[in-house]
């Protein structure tokens, strides 16, 4: 037990030092027999003593290399539950950044952003959690309940504050991670047509990963999503007729 202690606390050395300590103790210093006062043979030491050193070399091996991937699966496997629940209990909701036409003032548009009105920590901004949720597989459940959610609120916004509005830019951020997916073009299309909001109104800001890292499938997805009138746009760029 303390050469598999010292294995996973300290790595290689620690266990070889505690194997070899463990060994002598059991060997010369512990009789084969306690009762009989029978001495142990060479062989049974050094068999006792390799035993101890190759079970601490092991674990260590186990430890270094196995036990930070399970960590890992085991905190993706809770943030992705974490995320689930959030949305279902209504934690993720958005905040909208007006986007304003510089040539005449008047409102052009909103970019939807999320926050996370998490129960512990208070409210938690994308740059924490969106990051998160790309890196353990996660981030489309999030992206499509943004996109309902500013869909949504954009089509009560329509009648008493959009009347006559022909024109309208409705941003969301979306990740090189959505833009893989086949099915995104599908998903839009149906909440665009739950909703009502028109397609042209609803803008897709990529980021500079999904240009440098795809560009083929960037352009692929690009032809894919103009189908319902969808216009994807460059993160870092803004259109010349309306700034944020």
Known sequence: ????????????????????????????????????????TLGNWLARLVAFVVIGQLTAYLSEHSLPSLSDELVAYRFRNELGRAIGDGEIRLEYQPIVDLATGELAGVEALARWDHPDRGVVGPDEFVGAAERFGCVDQLTRHVIDLACRQVAGWRGPFLHGHHEF??????SATDIADPDLAGYLSQVLDRTGVPNHWLHLELPETALVDDLDLLVARHLELRTPGLRPVHADFVTPQAAP
């Open 169 to 174: 830019k409705l941003a969301v951020n979306v």
């Open 1 to 40: 037990v303390p050469v598999i202690i010292c294995a996973v606390r300290f790595g290689h050395r620690g266990a070889l030092l505690v194997s070899v300590a463990a060994g002598i103790a059991a060997g010369p210093l512990m009789p084969l027999d306690v009762e009989a006062g029978t001495a142990q």
